[in-house]
């Protein structure tokens, strides 16, 4: 049996300019079309759906501020994802790291107890999750560099064992990060010297500023210094770099090292803010995965994190308004982000290959819709 | 020298009167940001001819020939096949029409073997690959050319010369009937050269048609039936009919004035030891490739190696440069030892280094101009690129580089424009003063203003007391610069002689491997 037509992908000579910012708009347009036919078909109104999503993500003061405070971690877990990913180096184990941040975190605001300042205190806190995090993604990076062993695996099942982690210190009764007071298995609160106020009546925490200047300073290190030039070399390159004298493998340790790091601190903002202690149900909540979501829309460029953070924070959140608002199922909300991340995906081969149908039997080619 | 005898394959040439056009662009435009590298170019190739484009570097060779293979999209203009209007939107589409590129960069992918990358892009390939069918096919369609290859062998572990030949073999096996050659012959060694010229002769004879691309004017000479020059992304000047012109004219033509390449070799004085080699032996997983080297490089004078491809050149620079360590012997720059210190130390001590590989090696594709003049550099902790900009114009400008400025991007450059980038950086000195040059084929892809340039540069460095080796397969350019001639054999040196006395005959025996008893 065969098939009597092909699609072939053909590499372009050149990108069109235009392609770059269209294609990425056109994913979340075309995860969005996606989504309404799937709404048509279990009887829902896709126009209304959006129109509550959209209302609940971004025109609301509720809405709104609830997606910066959203976007607050997903833009460090995105930063953590494009960072590592724009050298080739696929850290999808930023959940994992997430969790580190967040049990190292907790570490510090209950052990350094109230003796301290909270100016001083929440940076302590803030360090020590993105330590954590770091130390968490230490062994993929060290065997990744020299042994070549792939990251991808190794930070994926470490992400298994993090989440493990959680449950013990949580479930296992008498453990350091349990609260201690309730037969119920709660966290246990981080000192009152270890936690932000938010903003008014909002849920949107000045960690959102920390991770805007992270940003900002991360894409001014990759722009400006040596080793912002280090990695553009060893990630187009890396005969060139050995041309150099660049040493390919500890750049590649440090970069996986940051990465790990970006994730945990968003881990350990969760703690200064919103949280207080672990909660055990963010191993549900899939911020770090999110993280690859918001750098693959950002075509992994560190510029456009902070946009990509927050559109599909607003997304998420209005998908999960959904809900409560309306009586549309949550899972519509998830849906629409996987749909995004494919379409985002997907769109990359529009940019960089011309995509043909071709039939096998006869030798015209027939253009596909570019 | 342009009529290096040759013999002429299968019989007597095609008939010219009467052949037909069989692939014709008409006022072709192809714009890139700031340039203009095709304005209103009509061009046409006939059935059994071979038709050459000629032009400095950056005038526009290239881009006509990705327009006539698919690559890229005019901005206006059209192309015909056989008297018909085509259309190509991808090389796919030009291929269907039986015309295919073999490219000035290589677009093999270098963890594949030889035979996936020539069936690479392939239509009805079965689902499950038979490997040794296609192997054989590979090697038979190979070998039927003249250009022998294992079709096992994995591309990384190629040279440059093999790359190009894999790159020739692919497009014979995809079934071109036009075939567009971009610059094939710069990586090809003379007994190469003569192999592809007589398969080229096979191939009009049979009524193909190939488009050369070529910046070495006795070959344009020899093998051109027509021949078209370019000139700023115009068309100024056509030669018709075989023999009807001499390389001097194609010069003059060319770049609009008489060029002298037989660069002097000037009397001066040679000074201390620069660079010392003892001993130098090198196995990589277990195979030999450089067996106990040992020789040296004075201050003022130009040592050339000479040798056919893949006899250990490529390596013999890379550990020179302390990217490679031996597996025993020694290498001292200036006094130092540098045998195993990796090549920033070697520059510290004056080395600077043209390797062969010039994109992906030698220069960062995706980074500008300016970025890749830092690539050898010392950097600062912030990189500053404020002052350095002045300089990058100005080697842009010294070097006459054809670019929109200091952040116009590597692969955004004409093949010899980049090779030229290349030399900027490294005869511009770095880290620290150049004591010692060592130079991989370093006019490969230059039109000939450009290589009178860089070898009056090279002559000036030596002049100005460094040392310089030269490493290339262009045996005319060895025998024409070096103080001193050694032959490269199967990772030993079997041959050295005085450059003023070099024999062409017996460097060329050394070098085919035919030397008599080791060196004198
Ligand atoms: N992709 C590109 N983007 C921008 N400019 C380009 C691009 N490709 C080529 N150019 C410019 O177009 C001009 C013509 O380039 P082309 O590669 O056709 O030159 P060429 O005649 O082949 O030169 P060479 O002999 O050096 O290979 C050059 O000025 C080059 O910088
Ligand atoms: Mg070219």
């Known amino acids: 049996m065969r098939i009597p037509f092909r699609v072939v992908f053909e590499q372009r000579g050149e990108t069109p300019r235009r392609l770059s910012f269209l294609v990425p708009l056109a994913s979340v347009f075309a995860a969005l079309f996606f989504g309404a036919l799937f709404l048509l078909a279990t009887g829902y109104s896709p126009i209304g759906t959006y129109t509550n999503m959209f209302r609940d993500g971004f025109a609301s003061f509720n809405g709104i501020t609830d997606t910066l405070a959203l976007s607050t971690v997903l833009i460090c877990t995105g930063i953590s994802a494009a960072f590592a990913f724009q050298m080739n180096l696929y850290n999808i184990g930023g959940e994992g790291q997430l969790y580190l941040g967040l049990i190292g975190g907790a570490w510090a605001g209950i052990a350094l107890g109230d003796h301290l300042p909270t100016l001083i205190m929440v940076p302590v806190v803030l360090l020590c999750g993105a330590l954590a995090g770091a130390a968490w993604i230490f062994v993929p990076a060290f065997v990744r560099s020299r042994l070549g062993t792939s990251e991808i695996v190794s930070t994926l099942l470490l992400t298994y064992i993090a989440a493990s982690l959680i449950k013990h210190v949580i479930y296992t009764p008498g453990s350091f990060f349990r609260n201690p007071n309730t037969s119920f298995p709660q966290g246990r609160m981080v000192a009152d010297s270890a936690s932000l106020e938010s903003f008014g009546s909002s849920r949107l925490y000045p960690t959102f500023f920390v991770a805007l200047i992270i940003a900002g300073a991360l894409y001014w290190v990759v722009k400006r210094t040596e080793f912002g030039y280090r990695i553009n070399v060893i990630s187009d390159s890396p005969r060139a770099a050995h041309y150099a004298g660049i040493n390919a493998r500890r750049t590649t340790v440090w970069v996986m090292l940051i990465s790990g790091a970006l994730s945990g601190l968003a881990g350990a903002m969760l703690i200064v803010g919103p949280y207080g202690k672990i909660e055990p149900s963010i191993i549900t909540l899939g911020y770090g995965y999110a993280g690859i979501v918001v750098a693959a829309l950002a075509r992994n460029n560190l510029g456009l994190i902070i946009v990509s953070g927050i559109l599909f924070s607003g997304l998420r959140v209005g998908g999960n308004n959904l809900q409560v608002t309306t009586d549309t199922p949550i899972h519509i909300g998830v849906m629409l982000q996987g749909a995004i991340l494919l379409f985002a995906l997907g769109g990359e081969a529009f940019r960089r290959y011309h995509i043909h149908v071709v039939r096998t039997h006869d030798a015209s080619s027939k253009k596909a819709p570019a | ?520």
Not at chain 2, 148 to 163: E, F, H, K, M, N
Not at chain 2, 184 to 197: D, G, I, Q
Not at chain 2, 417 to 443: D, F, H, I, M, Y
Not at chain 2, 498 to 518: D, K
């Open chain 2, 1 to 520: 020298m342009s009529n290096t005898s040759h013999e002429v394959a299968q019989g007597p040439h095609h008939n010219s009167g009467a052949a037909s056009t069989a692939l014709s662009a008409h006022s072709i435009d192809k714009k890139f940001p700031g340039v203009l590298a095709n304005d209103s170019v009509d061009f046409d190739v006939r059935a059994g001819e071979v038709h050459t484009l000629l032009g400095e570097n950056g005038a526009g060779k290239s881009t006509l020939a990705a327009v006539l293979c698919g690559l890229y999209q005019p901005d206006a203009g059209y192309l015909m096949r056989n008297g018909k209007r085509i259309n190509l939107s991808s090389p796919r589409a030009g291929l269907q029409h039986g015309i295919a590129m073999v490219h000035q960069h290589f677009r093999l992918v270098e963890r594949f073997t030889v035979s996936e990358n020539v069936i690479l892009g392939s239509r009805d390939l079965p689902f499950k690959l038979n490997r040794r069918e296609i192997n054989e096919k590979v090697a038979a369609v190979a070998e039927s050319y003249g250009l022998p290859i294992d079709p096992d062998a994995t591309v990384g572990d190629l040279s440059v010369g093999q790359r190009q030949r894999v790159e020739i073999v692919k497009a014979l096996y995809q079934g071109a009937e036009i075939l567009l050659l971009d610059e094939p012959t710069a990586v090809l060694v003379p007994s190469e050269v003569e192999k592809l010229f007589e398969n080229v002769h096979a191939m009009t004879a049979a009524g193909k048609s190939i488009v050369f691309i070529s910046h070495k004017l006795g070959e344009v000479v020899e093998i051109s039936d027509r021949v078209t020059v370019l000139r700023n992304g115009r068309v100024t000047g056509h030669v018709s009919g075989r023999g009807t012109t001499d390389t001097k004219e194609l010069a003059r033509l060319m770049v609009g004035r008489d060029i002298e390449l037989n660069a002097q070799r000037a009397t001066h004085a040679i000074g201390h030891e620069v660079l010392q080699i003892r001993n130098l032996s090198l196995s990589i997983d277990d195979v030999a490739v450089l067996t106990d080297i040992s020789f040296n490089v004075h201050a003022g004078e130009m040592v050339g190696v000479a040798g056919v491809a893949g006899n250990g050149q490529r390596e013999l620079a890379d550990t020179i440069a302390g990217l490679i360590s031996p597996t025993s012997g020694s290498v001292g720059i200036s006094g130092a030892m540098t045998t195993d210190c990796g090549p920033v130390q070697a520059r510290e001590v004056g080395l600077a280094y043209v390797p062969e590989d010039r994109l992906g090696m030698g220069l960062v594709p995706s980074m500008s101009i300016l970025d890749n003049l830092l690539l050898t550099r010392d950097r600062k902790l912030v990189v500053d690129r404020v002052s350095v900009r002045p300089e990058a114009s100005r080697l842009i400008e010294q070097f006459e580089i054809k670019a929109n400025g200091p952040d116009h991007l590597a692969r955004k450059l004409s093949g010899g424009n980049a090779q030229k980038v290349l030399l900027a950086r490294e005869l511009s000195g770095g880290r620290s003063a150049t004591k010692l040059l060592v130079v991989c084929s370093p006019t490969r892809g230059l039109d000939v203003g450009a290589i009178e340039t860089v070898r009056r540069l090279l002559n000036d460095a030596r002049s100005a007391g460094q040392a310089i080796l030269l490493i290339s397969e262009d045996l005319d350019e060895v025998l024409s610069l070096s103080d001193r001639v050694l032959v490269l054999y199967r990772g030993s040196v079997v041959h050295e002689t005085p450059g003023e006395t070099a024999q062409l005959s017996q460097v060329g025996a050394a070098m085919a491997g035919l030397a008599a008893e080791g060196r004198s």
